[in-house]
């Protein structure tokens, strides 16, 4: 009977662990993303959902943007747990975003907040964004 305690805590902790790292279902290869920001002050006229295209590997579950200048970010946390990604990123220039995706295995929804410094001003931005698998990536 002491055996089984003792067993059943360390076969949860394994089942978290292993969940923990292991990746989202979803399929490599090109996908559609489409983002809405929200920003504070921001006419809605402004605010019109931006496309672009994304080339997913299981290794990059969170999708990035090509870098620029002091652009330069770097993940500083991420977390898998099922089909669900969340992460923290810090960039060069001090901005620090924080979101969250959930995929399924073609399509994804997700939200960000990212706050910056403009100019001396704090500003939040928020977004919401969702993409689809269109097919395999062009080299």
């Known amino acids: 009977m ?53 080339c997913m590997t299981k290794e990059n579950a969170v999708p990035q943007p090509q ?17 669900k990604v ?7 220039n001090g901005t620090v975003s924080k979101g969250d995706i959930t995929y399924s295995k073609t399509s994804f929804t997700g939200s960000q907040t990212m706050m910056t410094n403009q100019s001396g001003r704090q500003t939040t931005v928020k977004s919401t964004m969702s993409g689809k698998y269109i097919g395999p990536c062009t080299k």
């Open 67 to 83: 870098q620029k200048g002091e652009q330069q970010c770097k993940m500083t946390d991420q977390k898998t747990v099922g089909n």
């Open 2 to 54: 002491r055996k089984r305690i003792l067993f059943f805590p360390i076969v949860v902790s394994l089942i978290f662990a292993v969940s923990a790292f292991a990746a989202p279902n979803y399929q490599e290869g090109l996908w559609e993303m489409t983002t809405t920001m929200n920003m504070p002050g921001m006419p809605k006229e402004m605010m019109h959902p931006m496309k672009n295209t994304v």
């Open 86 to 92: 969340s992460w923290t990123m810090t960039c060069k």
